[in-house]
């Protein structure tokens, strides 16, 4: 509790509500060419393969709220087969890196960071990120097409519900491992510092938990403000719920790299005592 209140309160240090901001606006920006780019490699090697960007439209779809199941709907119709020329793909690749550049220049500033990454290295690393996403999309998604062999467990065993090994992996173990995997990777990797894997781990742990909780507290906020909402913004109101979870999730992993931080530099406490004596 004191590491989660104190990533609260240096969330608030670091001028967290502006990073939160900055993400959200270069999410809006970035988010349909970085699909448009990562379909497109997919394209490249699987083809047509309808199943998969089904699958990988699903996958995004777990991060968001309910609430904001009407941006969604449209967003996820890019998530499919589509033939994108070299030009499109360079076109895509660069407005998706401003995505990870914002990213880097926040959590950056948050562990204080004094070096600054070369363009280079930069680019580079966000081109590791993207495939390293994409290999973790295939994995987990051999791991989806065993799931109907895990199914005949059910005639063996009378009390488990068919279709209840589905439910519980695709609903809700997945989309949690799936996420933690990429927000542990990132804790590990925007950063210019060497950052610890047990401190990634449990930010990352603490940050998964948060968005997943933070998923149903903001659908059911919306229930009771969606009449409000539409009284002031109409037809934006699906606009406006979508950025303000955007707003909130980036807000989350903020305070997630703040936990980082601060579990780092108590590391670092505990071992210059340790050499001084």
Not at 20 to 45: D, K, N, Q
Not at 86 to 113: G, H, K, W
Not at 208 to 229: D, I, P
Request: proline share 3%; glycine share 6%.
């Amino acid at each position: 509790m004191v590491i989660l209140w104190r990533g609260f309160i240096d969330f608030f240090k670091h001028d967290g509500p502006i990073l939160a901001g900055s993400i959200t606006c270069f999410f809006i920006m970035s988010i349909l060419p970085f699909f448009l780019f990562v379909v497109g490699i997919f394209g490249h090697f699987l083809g047509e393969y309808q199943a998969f960007f089904d699958f990988f439209a699903a996958r995004v779809a777990d991060f968001f709220p309910k609430a904001t199941h009407e941006v969604m709907a449209e967003i996820q119709k890019t998530i499919s087969y589509q033939q994108v020329g070299f030009f499109s793909l360079v076109l895509y690749a660069y407005f998706s890196y401003q995505l990870y550049f914002t990213f880097e220049r926040a959590v950056n500033i948050i562990f204080e960071s004094k070096r600054k990454r070369s363009l280079l290295k930069s680019t580079l690393l966000s081109f590791l990120l993207t495939f390293s996403m994409i290999i973790l999309l295939f994995v987990f998604f051999g791991f989806r097409v065993m799931l109907p062999f895990l199914e005949t467990l059910a005639q063996y065993l009378p009390w488990l519900e068919r279709g209840l090994i589905t439910r519980l992996i695709m609903g809700f173990l997945l989309p949690m491992v799936f996420w933690f995997l990429i927000t542990t990777t990132l804790f590990m990797v925007l950063p210019e510092k060497t950052i610890k894997l047990d401190s990634a781990l449990i930010g990352a742990l603490i940050t998964t938990f948060l968005l997943e909780a933070g998923k149903y507290l903001f659908t059911y906020y919306a229930m009771f403000k969606v009449s409000q909402l539409g009284m002031i913004y109409g037809s934006l109101t699906a606009v406006i719920l979508f950025l303000l979870w955007v707003f909130f999730a980036a807000s989350v992993f903020l305070m997630g790299a703040e936990m980082v931080q601060n579990l780092e530099s108590a590391r670092k406490e505990r071992v210059l005592p340790a050499r001084s004596n």
